[in-house]
């Protein structure tokens, strides 16, 4: 499992980007929660996922891949993502100034995609 924390500018938190290429995949709740020392109840097994932990009023949004993700999985993650971090903040969406989530959406992208490609 390969992972890196990255902290979320402006908004506070923190993201987490994690790359697990196991056959442990199928319960990510018990192999995450443990490994990363997390307090959060997953439960799925699809290619890529995303949940926020919130630990002594400290935000993480993390988000999961089981293998190197194609640009669309990227997309749709950070999609997740973004509406997470703003939901978390308060900040709802206005469709006529939507300058805060094209700049968070660009900068999650761009986290994600730097760290696959590295």
């Given at each position: ?41 997953v439960d799925n097994s699809f290619y890529a996922f995303y949940f ?67």
């Amino acid at each position: 499992m390969k992972y890196k924390r990255i902290k979320i500018p402006i908004y506070g938190g923190v993201i987490l980007i994690v790359l697990d290429e196991s056959k442990d995949w199928k319960d990510p709740n018990a192999r995450y929660c443990k490994a990363l020392n997390w307090k959060s109840q997953v439960d799925n097994s699809f290619y890529a996922f995303y949940f926020p932990i919130t630990e002594n009023g400290y935000t993480q949004y993390a988000v999961a891949f089981k293998e190197k993700p194609s640009n669309k999985v990227i997309a749709h993650e950070t999609a997740h993502l973004v509406n997470a971090i703003m939901n978390g903040r308060g900040i709802q969406h206005c469709f006529d100034n939507d300058e805060a989530q094209a700049y968070l959406t660009g900068w999650v992208f761009e986290q994600i995609e730097n760290f696959f490609n590295k």
